[in-house]
């Protein structure tokens, strides 16, 4: 079955500190996507990346960053330098191209609380 | 561009009632999508319409739950006879077609929905 495990419920930082954001997935498939969103307090969710299963370089995208490890079947997000703005629930996703078109299958999401 | 636009913003309707719920995609995007969320399942796929097929309807939770999506554009999802389990924030995404793999999908800001 496919599954999206995001462990970590709640994330408090203050402004400037690095902070991570686990995911770790499961699929049977050789081919699938891995996308993150981010969902503000307005509550729309904002896209803001998406992986496919044979690309394995990192990404960076001004203080953002993904660590994409098939070994672990991890898809980390890392935000540098967080501020209050970051301040919201950030949801990994994944793709099974075999399960419903292309729905996608949430993780229970990561709330981040930045502080200044 | 516009947006992923979906009516009302709100909705209390007591239980029993029915509600429709509305989506307008991004113009061009041939794929639709409903999601709910709530704070005890998260955020779960209920339907997908993909241009003029058939849609799968393999996420919806009862047969109280229907959709339908007019001249492959405006979806409605109505929900008969509502119970209060049905409370939650009901999404609509859209995306391009995919001529292969998960095409990224944009949300709604969703309908927030109340039985009372």
């Known amino acids: 079955a496919q599954k999206v495990t995001q462990a970590q419920t709640e994330i408090s930082v203050v402004e400037k500190e690095d902070v991570t954001l686990d995911c770790v997935y499961e699929t049977r498939d050789t081919t699938y996507y891995l996308f993150w969103y981010k969902q503000p307090p307005s509550g729309e969710l904002v896209f803001l990346i998406r992986?496919?299963?044979?690309?394995?370089q990192n990404e960076i995208s001004g203080r953002y960053s993904w660590n994409f490890q098939k070994s672990t079947s991890s898809f980390n997000f890392t935000i540098t330098a967080s501020q209050v703005v970051d301040s919201a629930v950030y949801f990994c996703?994944?793709?099974?191209?075999?399960?419903?078109?292309?729905?996608?299958?949430f993780g229970k999401g990561t709330t981040l609380s930045v502080s200044s | 561009g516009a947006g992923v636009s979906q009516s009302p913003s709100n909705k209390v309707t007591e239980k029993g009632k029915d509600v429709e719920l509305r989506c307008d995609p991004i113009?061009?995007?041939?794929?639709l999508y409903w999601y709910r969320q709530s704070l005890g399942q998260g955020l779960e796929f209920l339907i997908y319409?993909?241009?003029?097929?058939?849609?799968?309807k393999s996420g919806l939770p009862s047969d109280r739950f229907s959709a339908e999506r007019t001249g492959g554009s405006v979806s409605t999802l109505t929900i008969q006879r509502t119970q209060q389990e049905d409370s939650a924030v009901y999404l609509c995404?859209?995306?391009?077609?995919?001529?292969?793999?998960?095409?990224?999908?944009?949300f709604g800001p969703g309908t927030r929905l109340l039985v009372l």
């Open positions: 996703a994944l793709s099974d191209v075999n399960q419903a078109g292309t729905a996608l299958i």
């Open positions: 992986r496919n299963s044979f690309d394995e």
């Open positions: 113009s061009g995007h041939t794929a």
């Open positions: 319409f993909q241009g003029n097929s058939a849609p799968d």
């Open positions: 995404a859209s995306s391009y077609p995919s001529s292969g793999g998960a095409a990224t999908q944009y």
